[in-house]
């Protein structure tokens, strides 16, 4: 009789990083097959409540963990990785000769530039973008760039994947999308200043100042989330069918080798 698979649920900007780590998972337990799913961090704790039955989850904010696993559904989480919003796109983009870090919200804002983010509703890249754009306001001074920005963006993508794939597509000329997913797919990207980006951990009351409602489990419940500086956390969940081979990629993850593949990736291993 075939064994159950040992199954991995990421979020979608975790694809190629946790990819990587499987492999090595499966050279070390040859005779045990596995299986890898991806959604957007949302969505990934939605499938654990609703009693899904996984291995290992990686998932893009710790607070999806704090709010909606821990501790009915995860004892305990560990973060592993950071990274920042950037503005990608490539060289077919409409103003891409031009754009910089001091004119890009003149050139998102152009005639006929399209640009797009993810569901905020569904995945952190689509909240931790509106909370940017909040902070842009602030930082640059321009009263209502933040509505500008909401009534601009015409493309919204159910996880960060989906919009880094329209973007190679070509369907989109810019996306708010994580650095590493940038660097992983061969894009190019405009650096926002650390006090927009979410990357700076120093900063994080200056991030507290932006905020997002999304909404809840239930039908009606609303969530308020704050801004904070980004990070990647994984865990065990209560119910894994293989907690001693999941807690050793855990562990393998947060080890010098799994942080060697992170880095590689474009992440910044912590």
Known sequence: MSRAPFRILHAGALRRPMGECAQVFKECYPDLPVELESAGSRECA?????????????????????????????????VFATDQIVVAFDRFSRGSEEITRDNW???????????????HNLDPCGYRTLMVW???????????????LQDGCSRI????????????EG?????????????????????????????????????????????????????????????????????ARYPVEAQWFV???TGVEGQQILEGCGLIPC
Request: hydrophobic share 45%; proline share 6%; glycine share 8%.
């Open 105 to 119: 919200i003149d050139v998102l804002l152009s005639p006929g530039v399209i640009y797009g983010r993810s569901n």
């Open 171 to 239: 369907r989109v000329d810019y996306a708010f999308l994580y650095s590493s997913v940038v660097r992983q797919l061969g894009l190019c990207q405009v650096n926002l200043p650390s006090r927009i980006n979410l990357s700076n951990p120093a900063l994080a009351d200056y991030y507290a100042a932006a905020s997002v409602t999304l909404e809840g489990r239930k039908p009606g419940e609303k969530v308020l989330l704050t801004g904070a500086p980004i990070e990647f956390a994984v865990a065990v969940p209560r119910n």
């Open 46 to 78: 939605a499938r654990i409540c609703d009693g899904g039955i996984y291995d290992v989850v990686a998932l893009a904010d710790t607070a999806v963990f704090a709010r909606w696993l821990a501790p009915d559904y995860v004892d305990c989480y560990f």
């Open 134 to 148: 909040q902070l842009a306001e602030k930082f640059y001074g321009r009263p209502g760039l933040y509505e500008a």
């Open 157 to 168: 993508y159910p996880k960060s994947i989906d919009l880094a794939g329209a973007l190679v």
């Open 251 to 253: 562990e393998f993850i």
